[in-house]
């Protein structure tokens, strides 16, 4: 994974370390689910976009408003969820309407999104019909098994419907005819049940779901098995499509698979930058980044904070660093177990750690409130060597959530690092302002 790579630029020659902290999104994915306990608050817009621009606009603040089965009703306010979140909102008199429609929804994780299809998956099956009438697909082995711990959740009060999992490992005798209501799996086993070894019959299913969609595309050959698999059920079966994030990848896969869908999607984060202040800071080498990092922190000591690096060996440095000044810090690192990194953001977000130090596995997704300074201790660079922008806001995002106020501190220790800076002012049309660190009582009094 990890890689040497020599580029030769205008006659000198650099050594750049290649991608130690790319970032397997499924595990990114899985990391999510395991440290999620709650819904992420979310102050962002929703946008709907209806296929059907005739029928009126609707949406729920209740889930009594829903009609449920009172099972399942019962089973959401077990789960704790006492209104539907913003995405639920919209998507879920969608997903669950009469006639069925289809639906493209992209929000965050940790937004509702499983919760929502599950609901749906559980209230379209009519348990008397022994035979699978609803059919998810997920990225991989672990997140499928997520997704089922869901909907065995959500179905608790609902015991008739039964669940199946078409992963890997789950083998049944050929000729089987599998009863159970609900098949959720990975594509290439799906595959297997319903086409190979005809354990389902996909003419039968009423709803399908393909879960996190744009890990799915990342991973080869998942994206054509997904349209096999579509192009075997029914043309009047309800498709729901989910994904955490909209490249353009993304968007034409969704096309493919989803005709006619109604869109739901939650404006993006970059309105959040306005509630963020972001510096820059001039230093020398890395003793001297440590430092300003030191007078900069030393000025915030209730704060906490989440600090970037780009490779592992510079955030273990830091983090040794920060320890031998007295800092309880917490390392986050990509060569952790999703548990143990999992374990880590708990402590972190417990207080336990006032500090992070972390590379990118980190910058995504993971909510932790109460931080109110991100130091990019290394500004995130793609790999043409421009600012990688969206990973600086997903870093910087981690702070000023909720109206509160947040702080963005970046290092700079050389031209290049100042024209990411600016690459990063023009791409947000935000200023970045560059902060004396011998001189902070500026900032003391912001933050305070
Ligand atoms: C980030 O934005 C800047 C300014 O718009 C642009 O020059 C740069 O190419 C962008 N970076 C990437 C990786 O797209």
């Not at 992963?167 to 594509?187: F, K, S, W, Y």
Request: aromatic share 8%; hydrophobic share 40%; with cysteine.
């Amino acid at each position: 994974r990890n890689g040497w790579a020599v580029f030769s630029l205008n006659c000198c020659y650099f050594i750049f370390f290649f991608s130690p902290f790319s970032v397997d999104p499924a595990e990114q994915s899985l990391l999510n689910k395991l440290i999620r306990h709650n819904l992420v608050k979310n102050r962002n817009q929703v946008e709907v976009l209806q296929r059907d621009p005739n029928s009126p606009l609707f949406s729920v603040k209740t889930f009594e408003e829903l009609r449920l089965k009172p099972q399942l009703l019962q089973g959401v306010y077990t789960m704790g969820f006492n209104r539907p979140s913003r995405i639920q909102e919209n998507a879920l008199p969608m997903m669950l309407a009469e006639p069925p429609q289809n639906l493209i929804a992209q929000s965050q994780s940790g937004t509702g999104k499983t919760a929502a299809f599950s609901l749906a998956m559980l209230s379209h099956v009519n348990p008397a019909n022994k035979w699978t009438q609803c059919l998810c697909i997920a990225p991989t082995y672990e997140l499928a098994v997520q997704i089922g711990h869901v909907i065995e959740q959500m179905g608790k009060f609902y015991p008739e419907v039964k669940l199946a999992y078409a992963v890997r490992g789950n083998r049944l005798l050929r000729g089987t005819t599998i009863q159970e209501h609900i098949v959720i799996g990975t594509p290439g086993t799906v595959l297997d049940w319903g086409l190979k070894l005809k354990f389902f019959d996909p003419k039968k299913i009423r709803v399908f779901v393909l879960d996190e969609a744009d890990v799915m595309i990342a991973t080869q050959g998942h994206q054509d098995q997904s349209i096999r698999i579509q192009r075997l059920l029914p043309k009047d079966c309800q498709m729901l499509l989910l994904s955490a994030t909209f490249e353009d990848s993304v968007w034409s896969f969704a096309e493919r698979i989803i005709p006619d869908p109604n869109i739901i999607k939650l404006k993006r984060e970059e309105e959040t930058l306005d509630t963020i202040k972001q510096f820059y800071v001039v230093c020398k080498e890395k003793e001297d980044k440590f430092s300003a990092l030191c007078n900069i922190y030393g000025s915030l000591t209730i704060a906490q904070a989440m600090i970037f690096c780009q490779t592992r060996r510079m955030a273990s440095w830091l983090s040794g660093q920060l320890s031998s000044e007295g800092h309880q810090v917490a390392l986050l690192s990509g060569e952790m177990m999703v548990e143990q990194r999992a374990a880590v953001i708990e402590r972190f977000r417990e207080g336990k750690e006032k500090v992070l130090v972390t590379t990118n596995v980190c910058s995504r997704g993971i909510d932790v409130e109460q931080v109110s300074i991100v130091v990019n201790f290394d500004l995130p660079v793609g790999r043409d060597g421009n600012s990688d922008n969206e990973t600086y806001l997903h870093r910087i995002g981690r702070t000023g959530r909720f109206g509160k106020k947040g702080f963005a501190f970046n290092m700079v220790d050389s031209q290049e690092t100042m024209d990411l800076i600016h690459q990063i002012e023009l791409h947000f049309d935000r200023k970045i302002v560059k902060l004396d660190t011998d001189d902070l009582d500026e900032l003391e009094k912001m933050m305070n």
